[in-house]
């Protein structure tokens, strides 16, 4: 295992490779979570990159996570596509984790989609329901899995940074009036970060969703936390792929290939999102 935190000059050293990959220069990441990777398939003219090519990248380890990069065009736009993601219970840091984001930071990329599959916690919601991530809890983080813990590096943001809006209010109401008029409705709401792998018990659902929290999962808060260290603004989508049980029977089980057979639902109409954004994104 390497070290828990990372160094400027691995940050450096991944971007300097990715660089010299493609003509592209993106100005747009978006992270693609369990089961939607197929999201990339609309990425035109696209230069793809695996992950165990790219010096000090974590590789995903999970069914369902493609683990490679595709740089393309994509509603106009260029963009860094991260499909597929590493995640704490894999058996990496915190820090390493996010190593993705610190390398399309580098690229240049002035905004980060970052979406993911989720529990439902919010008993308003249905597997296969879009959801704007409004904010997070990041339990991981609260007790001690924060991806910022550790030396500083200045030269990449600050110390104590501020996380107030994390989400961004503007990329919100761009969401809100796309998802408008493609006629579908766009739930809203508190996405809760826990460490995984094992899901919830009923229990803890009834905690999640006492503190507040309308989808659970096992991804997003590390990367938004430091995409937000870096001064990247953030747009979050949660699929909801399945509704967290609390009235458990032999019968009722949350299962890794749920996750993934309702992904297949939520792709197209996240793509035509993530586009429709795209599409209106001012020039930073
Ligand atoms: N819990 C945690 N993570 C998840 C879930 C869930 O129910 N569904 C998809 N990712």
Known sequence: MTDEFLTSREVREAAGYVRGQ?????QVGIILGS????????????DTIPYPEIPHFPVTTIEGHAGQLVIGQLAGQDVVLIQGRTHYYEGYPAQRITLPVRVVQ???IHTLFVTNSAGGLNSDFRPGDLMLITDHINLGGMAGLNPLRGPNLDEL???FPDMSQAYDP???AMARS?????GFTLREGVYVYLAGPSFETPAEIRFL???GGDAVG???????????????????????????????????????????????????????????????LPPV
């Open 35 to 46: 089961g939607l990777s197929p999201v990339a398939q609309e990425v035109k003219d696209s």
């Open 106 to 108: 580098r690229l240049g």
């Open 22 to 26: 493609t003509g592209h220069h993106p």
């Open 157 to 159: 943001g600050p110390r």
């Open 170 to 172: 503007a990329l919100q």
């Open 209 to 211: 969703r006492a503190i």
């Open 178 to 182: 796309v998802a408008g008029r493609m």
């Open 218 to 280: 096992m991804s997003t808060a590390p990367e938004v936390t430091v995409a937000r260290h870096g001064g990247t603004r953030v747009m979050g989508i949660s699929g909801i792929t399945n509704i967290a049980i609390t009235d458990p029977t032999p019968e009722k089980q949350t299962t890794h290939e749920e996750v993934l057979e309702t992904g297949k639902i939520i792709v197209p109409r996240l793509t035509e999102l993530i586009k429709g954004v795209l599409a209106e």
